[in-house]
């Protein structure tokens, strides 16, 4: 009994000892691992001041009839749109850049030319640095709009007969010179820059009020220098004809500009903007207004409905066109375009 007993304590002895070994050599395991992680450099993500958007957008249509006893005109058009943005913003500073680049046209069979129906640049750079005051910043801001080309309004030609009375329907030359040439590259274009402050009570919500802004207006087609209220530059010899036009109008004074955008999802969104601008130098003139809207609307992967409009009132602008090719006359422009096409997003943070 007395070995049976010995040989059982031999036994545990020994197991404890093999256990005890085992825990020792698994706590030194953990320490050296321990030890090693501790010399491993923590990661540090690099932050991101950059945020870059690409949108674009490519819109197609066509109407083609037969016999159609309601009347009407075989017709394709074909649009594009480019709305870039670059914005920069670390610690108190902001700095915001966005293009956007638009250009179509159609051709209908009731007129042999293609006939432009949009076509803008607009480029605009805002920046901003916080001032004590909680959602008040000092702001700079640029902003550029012209367009591509030449745009014209299509006037219908005269018409003519042959030696049998027959009607001679107008060839594309006789289309060419009926039409009138409205507006062109640079012609108008617009520059202006200005410092204020910048306020930003909501993130879809700022306004710019800028109490001292300069700029430009360029028409550089001396045919269009009237229509746009550019200054004399030439008399005739009594003095009381103009001859020619200025091509550059300078400009000082005050602009306020308002911005807002909901997006309501990733699908759906609605931007806005609405700038005023005071003119010093002409102090009896009414201020300039121009209102953008725009409603993006994506209803499949690359598919999407946009409704955009762009409103000015320019009291130097002259619209109207009287029977003798004069333009007179101020009022309000407006355009509205609906449309359905293909679409593309590149969001890159950086």
Do not use: C
Not at 25 to 31: G, I, K
Not at 44 to 65: A, D
Not at 75 to 91: E, H, M, P, R
Not at 170 to 189: C, I, T
């Amino acid at each position: 009994m007395k070995k049976v007993f010995a040989l059982i304590s031999i036994a545990l002895v020994a197991t404890w000892s093999v256990f005890a070994q085992d825990t020792q050599d698994a706590v030194a395991e953990a320490a050296a691992a321990l030890s090693a992680a501790e010399d491993v450099p923590e990661v540090v993500e690099k932050p991101k001041y950059w945020n870059t958007t690409l949108l674009t957008n490519i819109n197609f249509g066509q109407s083609w009839l037969s016999h159609w006893a309601a009347g009407g005109y075989n017709s394709v058009s074909l649009t594009g749109n480019i709305d870039a943005q670059t914005n920069y913003a670390k610690d108190k500073m902001i700095w915001n850049n966005r293009l956007q680049l638009d250009y179509g046209g159609m051709y209908s069979a009731d007129k042999p030319l293609f006939q432009k129906t949009k076509d803008r640049i607009y480029f605009e750079s805002k920046w901003g640095y916080e001032t004590p005051i909680r959602h008040l910043s000092y702001s700079a801001f640029l902003d550029f709009k012209t367009q591509f080309g030449d745009n014209f309004d299509y006037k219908t030609p005269a018409t003519a007969t042959d030696a049998d009375g027959n009607v001679i329907e107008p060839s594309v030359e006789d289309w060419k010179n009926a039409r009138v040439l409205k507006s062109g590259l640079f012609s108008p274009a617009y520059i202006n820059v200005g410092i204020g402050v910048l306020w930003t009570p909501a993130p879809w919500f700022s306004l710019n009020v800028a109490p001292v802004a300069g700029g430009v207006v360029i028409v550089s087609n001396p045919l269009l220098r009237n229509t746009y209220g550019m200054d004399p530059l030439a008399y005739d010899t009594d003095g009381t004809t103009v001859l020619s036009y200025k091509a550059f109008r300078p400009e000082l004074g005050a602009q306020i500009k308002a911005d807002a955008s909901w997006v309501i999802n990733d699908n759906f969104s609605y931007t806005t903007q609405v700038a005023l601008f005071y003119n010093y130098l002409k102090p009896k003139v009414e201020p300039r207004v121009t209102w953008d809207n725009k409603v993006f609307w994506k209803l499949a992967k690359f598919f999407a409905l946009t409704v955009s409009t762009n409103l000015i009132y320019d009291p130097l602008v002259k619209l109207d066109i009287n029977k003798d090719g004069v333009a007179e006359e101020k009022g309000v422009q407006f355009k509205e375009f609906l449309e359905f096409g293909f679409t593309y997003t590149i969001v890159h943070k950086h």
